[in-house]
């Protein structure tokens, strides 16, 4: 796994190295934890910069997918006809909520909001896991992929 300093190299990003260094982020992978949304307010970094190195991220996730993917549970044997159309249904909702935002971390919170509460998160979580379209970056944070 890349360092992050090898990849954010350059004067330019030396108060996100710092805020890195800080919360002991020394790979990208321990970037999946950091709360991008929040580093404006809290570190001060002007908003072009936290959006330049958001997109960098996503852009790094996108291209070493693998590195950043969770194990995938083996699929459960459907219980009932009605649980399995419910599924399928919640799973066209997700896909289309994710195909919506192709370009960006999608978080759990932003995942139920979605869906307005209609379902319970594990059953969201076990769909996302599964789906093929659907790359894992942690527990709750995910991102849309055509079908790599």
């Known amino acids: 796994m890349d360092e992050i300093e090898q990849i954010y190299s350059g004067e330019l990003y030396r108060p996100f190295l710092l805020y890195c260094e800080r919360h002991h982020y020394k790979t990208m992978a321990d ?87 209609k379902v319970k998160r594990s059953e969201v979580l076990d769909i996302l896991e599964r789906s093929d379209w659907c790359k894992v970056v942690d527990g709750t944070t995910f991102f849309y992929s055509s079908g790599c």
């Open 31 to 117: 970037l999946a934890r950091c709360r991008f949304d929040q580093l404006a307010a809290s570190e001060g970094l002007p908003p072009r910069l936290v959006s330049r190195i958001k997109t960098m991220f996503l852009m790094y996730v996108k291209q070493h997918t693998e590195a950043f993917l969770i194990d995938r549970r083996a699929s459960k044997p459907a219980a009932a006809q009605q649980k399995a159309q419910t599924t399928s249904n919640l799973e066209g909702e997700l896909e289309n909520f994710f195909k919506q935002n192709p370009d960006r971390l999608i978080r759990m919170p932003e995942v139920t909001k979605a869906l307005s509460g």
